[in-house]
């Protein structure tokens, strides 16, 4: 019932958002941290997983201009399978697995199909004259290239976003001993 009694306090007051955060604080017992143990206990590595999405994807968008190739798709769906599968496996090996990455990671390439598909709907597909905005397929090249930019800012802002972690504390359980047989150590 403390957190009612601080809000109606606050609301009445009008405090300001830092009078809000102090009330809170205060009333719950906490201790606010300071952002240089927030900055040390974090651990970007986002890089990880940009790099690995950037090379799928990247095989991805090439992959119609593969030239001679002329493959099933099984190529393609191995690759968008390795985009779907690696970063969360990296999420994973850090202790980080959040649902808002994988959704973001599944949804982004689908709403960027569909954006795709919409775009490509109002692309004429017989011109006479240069217009930039000119395909003969114009609905598979929107909904690919839809797909392909959806995943590209999924990845780009799970890794900004999602892909930090709490710094773990380094225990020292590195001993060495002298045996018979030479010396033992253990990692």
């Known amino acids: 019932m403390r957190w009612l009694a601080v809000a109606i306090v606050a609301f009445a007051s009008s405090a300001h958002a830092d009078e809000l955060d102090d009330l809170y604080i205060e009333a719950n017992g906490l201790t606010r941290p300071t952002p240089r143990s927030i900055a040390r206990d974090q651990v970007w590595y986002g890089w990880q ?32 399978l390795g985009y ?29 199909t569909l954006l795709g598909l919409s775009i490509g709907s109002i692309v004429p597909t017989r011109c006479t004259s240069f217009l930039f905005l000119c395909s ?41 001993a002298l045996t018979p047989f030479g010396v033992r150590g253990t990692f």
């Open 84 to 112: 779907s599968v690696v970063s969360p496996l990296i999420d994973a090996l850090h202790d980080n697995v959040r649902s808002e990455s994988i959704a973001l990671r599944l949804g982004m390439p689908l709403l960027g």
């Open 136 to 176: 003969d397929n114009a609905l598979v090249n929107g909904a690919f290239y839809g797909a392909v930019f959806g995943a590209g800012l999924a990845s780009l802002i799970d890794g900004l976003a999602f892909a930090w972690t709490t710094r773990k504390p380094k225990h020292d359980t590195t001993s060495w």
């Open 49 to 80: 997983t940009m790099m690995a999405d950037g090379a799928f994807i990247s095989a991805w968008a090439l992959y119609p201009k593969w030239n001679g190739f002329t493959g099933d798709g099984t190529l393609l769906l191995v690759d968008m």
